[in-house]
């Protein structure tokens, strides 16, 4: 499986972005995909989890502004983010684990998201 984030980019505090991560194959039986932030000099933490069933989970920080949700027919899983703070910026990248059964996960390239004050 291949991950192919995007969506990126600058905006101001207030602002919203929609990040996209559209997979080579279906993501239908992909048990579950996560978006995941890097901040400079910090380590990568998870963002926002969505199963297989369309279960949903968020980092408290994001809760409330942040939406994942995917589009099976498209391969797609995306993040709505609302209300950006410039604590939100980093680069975030897209994040696939097919089984609970296996250690196998994929990665997408990551995509920049800059929120200025």
């Known amino acids: 499986v291949q991950l192919q984030a995007s969506g990126g980019g600058l905006v101001q505090a207030g602002g919203s972005l929609r990040l996209s991560c559209t997979a080579s194959?279906?993501?239908?039986?992909?048990?579950?995909m996560r978006w995941y932030r890097q901040a400079p000099g910090k380590q990568r933490d998870i963002v926002a989890t969505?199963?297989?069933?369309?279960?949903?989970d968020y980092v408290d920080s994001v809760k409330g502004r942040f939406t994942i949700s995917r589009d099976n027919a498209k391969n797609t899983v995306y993040l709505q983010m609302n209300s950006l703070t410039p604590e939100d910026t980093a680069v975030y990248y897209c994040?696939?684990?097919?089984?609970?059964?296996?250690?196998?996960?994929?990665w997408g390239q990551g995509t920049q998201v800059t929120v200025s004050s």
């Open positions: 994040y696939a684990r097919p089984s609970i059964y296996s250690a196998q996960v994929y």
């Open positions: 969505i199963t297989s069933r369309g279960g949903t």
């Open positions: 194959g279906s993501i239908a039986s992909i048990n579950h």
